[in-house]
């Protein structure tokens, strides 16, 4: 392994243990596949302290997020269980450093997705159910300041995920007309659609099923993909409470600590 490789893994695992943003690690990476070399470093790291892993989240899922990376493609990260937060619950203070709320469709596999290609029809025939999800992106690197080289290597900057209870069979939503609202304490702070996401949200799926399996590390039965934004995100700050409405899925929510009105469970 590549010295640099190690640099750039140090300087990301540095700043998750310090809670200091970092500086990019763009200036250690020579291209996407080097990007990716050094989040399976942070990932061999966390499984070596017996983190469980959970399934993947996909990221840069739309036009205009591909074009603010400069990415031609999505990319992905791991999501581990001490990720997900329960529905409604609250996030502590200072636990994530720049939050970002995005609201996803879940899946949750009951199959492995191992073929060299695939198609939806291979997606639906292994897909358990759909959820409702709230994505926290996080990012360890200072400010955002962000390449398609630095998020990948970031874990796709993912941080914390909320799934909703209820699940949906793929044959009872339309997924592509999906609308979703979030809403911040009752004002609306961003909307989208299920097309949003490369067309429809299992197309994304079908692109990490065949990464995966390019890269050795296919998707397993048990797995749970967030399959990235239905719409713009919104930063977090604390005190903030989101609630997020996808047609067909239905609503999930998670509270920021640090607001001085009352906790999200005294509310309801
Ligand atoms: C920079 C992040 O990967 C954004 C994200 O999570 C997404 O596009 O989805």
Request: hydrophobic share 45%; proline share 6%; glycine share 10%.
């Amino acid at each position: 392994m590549k010295d640099n490789h190690q640099a750039a893994a140090a300087r990301l695992l540095e700043a998750y243990a310090s809670g200091r943003p970092c500086e990019p690690v763009r200036d250690l990476i020579d291209g996407v596949d080097d990007a990716y070399a050094v989040q399976n470093l942070v990932t061999e790291r966390w499984l070596a302290q017996r983190r469980r892993p959970a399934g993947r989240k996909i990221g840069l899922t739309s036009v205009a997020a591909q074009r603010r990376f400069g990415a031609a493609s999505p990319d992905s990260g791991v999501l581990f269980a001490d990720m997900a937060v329960p529905d409604g619950a609250e996030i502590p203070a200072g636990t994530l450093l720049r939050p970002l709320v995005e609201a996803e469709v879940a899946i949750v596999l009951e199959r492995d997705l191992t073929y060299e290609r695939h198609t939806v029809a291979d997606v639906i025939r292994a897909t358990a159910f759909a959820l409702p999800a709230i994505e926290i992106a996080d990012s360890r690197i200072r400010d955002w300041d962000l390449t398609f080289t630095d998020t990948v290597a970031d874990n796709a900057s993912a941080g914390r995920y909320v799934l909703g209870t209820r699940p949906v069979p793929l044959r009872d939503a339309d997924l592509r007309m999906a609308g979703m609202v979030i809403e911040r304490r009752g004002e609306q702070v961003s909307t989208g659609i299920g097309a949003n996401c490369l067309g429809h949200p299992l197309h994304t799926v079908v692109w990490l099923a065949d990464t995966l399996v390019g890269s050795g590390q296919p998707l397993r039965a048990g797995d749970t993909v967030l399959t990235g934004a239905l719409g713009p995100v919104v930063p977090a700050e604390a005190g903030d409470v989101f609630e997020a409405r996808i047609d067909g899925l239905g609503d999930v929510r998670v509270a920021f600590a640090g607001h001085e009105g009352p906790a999200l469970e005294e509310e309801a």
